[in-house]
């Protein structure tokens, strides 16, 4: 009974380290992007005014962005801020994640998490620069041109406008990561690269379901999305093929991780 007891006090101060552990490597991470967002707030405008300039250079003349709530001139450029600075320390929150589940993860899957997340956020930054120098252009270009023989003049309010932004970052970013989910999906074994191959026509269409519900209702944004999607399938069968030549010696090393934790 004594025996008993011991053992459940044991698992009791395992689960409590473990949420003390969790706990501050949430603070860590939290604490990193507090710590550049402070050192960002005083140039807070000019980030602002960067990321704005997308729709400013595409506005017709007498075009403008315009303030409709009393605080939004303050808070709009601070949340842009905060974006910014959670972008920038993405890595640091990244890796406190990965330090708090690789005591439990083999010797070959910890070699696999590393690529994963540095591809996961070099692809979610592209996407966002795909949308930012190439997607957002393209799309204000062509409403700010839309909206003339309408007679209606374009002032964009800020608030509403970074909300926009934000969500296309999100989208872009997203879908960016495909290759990896098709990686992913691979390596647990839910699908096979031929059965990835037999869904391609199905991947397209899915491509521009995707994009005509992201993307602003018009023929060319949807295209910046949905072709960038079609080629990141590809790329995905790609790594995915790349990465089975290499599954025999990373099954041979989790029968070798097996039988040392079962001796």
Not at 52 to 66: C, D, E, H, V, Y
Not at 112 to 134: E, H, K, Q, T, W
Not at 137 to 161: C, K, S, V
Request: charged content about 15%; aromatic content about 12%.
């Amino acid at each position: 009974m004594s025996d008993d007891n011991q053992v459940s006090d044991e698992g009791n101060e395992t689960f409590i380290s473990h949420l003390i552990e969790l706990r501050d490597r949430i603070i860590r991470a939290g604490a990193s992007v507090i710590v550049i967002f402070f050192g960002l707030v005083y140039w807070a405008p000019d980030i602002f005014r960067l990321l704005s300039r997308p729709l400013t250079r595409n506005l017709p003349a007498g075009g403008k962005m315009i303030v409709t709530d009393v605080t939004g001139s303050f808070f709009v450029p601070m949340k842009v801020t905060m974006m910014v600075a959670f972008v920038i320390a993405l890595p640091f929150v990244l890796y406190q994640a990965w330090a708090f589940i690789a005591p439990g993860l083999y010797k070959h899957e910890k070699k696999l998490v590393m690529p994963l997340v540095v591809s996961s956020y070099v692809l979610f930054l592209l996407g966002m620069v795909f949308a930012y120098f190439l997607v957002f252009p393209t799309i204000f270009h062509f409403m700010a041109h839309y909206n003339a023989p309408l007679g209606a003049q374009m002032n964009t309010d800020i608030d509403n406008y970074v909300s926009f932004v934000l969500t296309m970052f999100l989208a872009f970013g997203v879908t960016f990561e495909v290759p990896v989910v098709l990686v992913v999906l691979v390596r647990m074994g839910f699908v096979s690269i031929a059965k990835l191959k037999q869904m391609r026509p199905y991947a397209v269409v899915g491509a521009f379901i995707v994009a005509a519900v992201v993307t602003p209702p018009d023929m060319l944004s949807m295209m910046m999305l949905a072709v960038p999607l079609c080629l990141l399938y590809e790329f995905g069968i790609i790594a995915a093929r790349l990465w089975a030549k290499n599954r025999p010696a990373e099954d041979a090393d989790e029968a070798d991780e097996a039988e040392e934790s079962a001796s």
